[in-house]
């Protein structure tokens, strides 16, 4: 019904930057919150950033002032700017967002497959 598909990812040095993108297609009426996550090797997948169809927008505290995330809602795409990549970035970095697919229905949450991001020193 809905499909996420990241782009942008990719083999950077520190210090260096990033934009990623995500597209929303599919069976949709609106969108709420659209979120980039990332998750390393080993560990648990971790919010990056949020952002509201009103432009609110919220970050962890590891990306505060490197990372920005941004929204075109006639495009149903979110971004994520990442700048002063550090080597603690490398993840796999997906997208999600909470779609309402039909006037009235449930706000349902739905994920892209990932995009790789690796940072070397």
């Known amino acids: 019904q809905v499909q996420l598909v990241e782009s942008g990812g990719g083999l950077v040095q520190a210090g260096e930057f990033l934009r990623l993108s995500c597209a929303a297609s599919?069976?949709?009426?609106?969108?709420?919150?659209m979120y980039w996550y990332r998750q390393a090797p080993g560990k648990q997948r971790d919010l990056v950033a949020a952002?509201?169809?009103?432009?609110?927008?919220n970050y962890a505290d590891s990306v505060k002032g490197r990372f920005t995330i941004s929204r075109d809602n006639a495009k149903n795409t979110v971004y994520l700017q990442m700048n002063s990549l550090k080597p603690e970035d490398t993840a796999v970095y997906y997208c999600?967002?909470?779609?309402?697919?039909?006037?009235?229905?449930?706000?349902?949450?739905?994920w892209g497959q990932g995009t790789q991001v690796t940072v070397s020193s």
């Open positions: 952002a509201t169809s009103g432009g609110t927008t």
């Open positions: 999600a967002a909470e779609v309402r697919t039909v006037s009235g229905g449930p706000m349902l949450r739905y």
């Open positions: 599919g069976r949709i009426f609106s969108i709420n919150y």
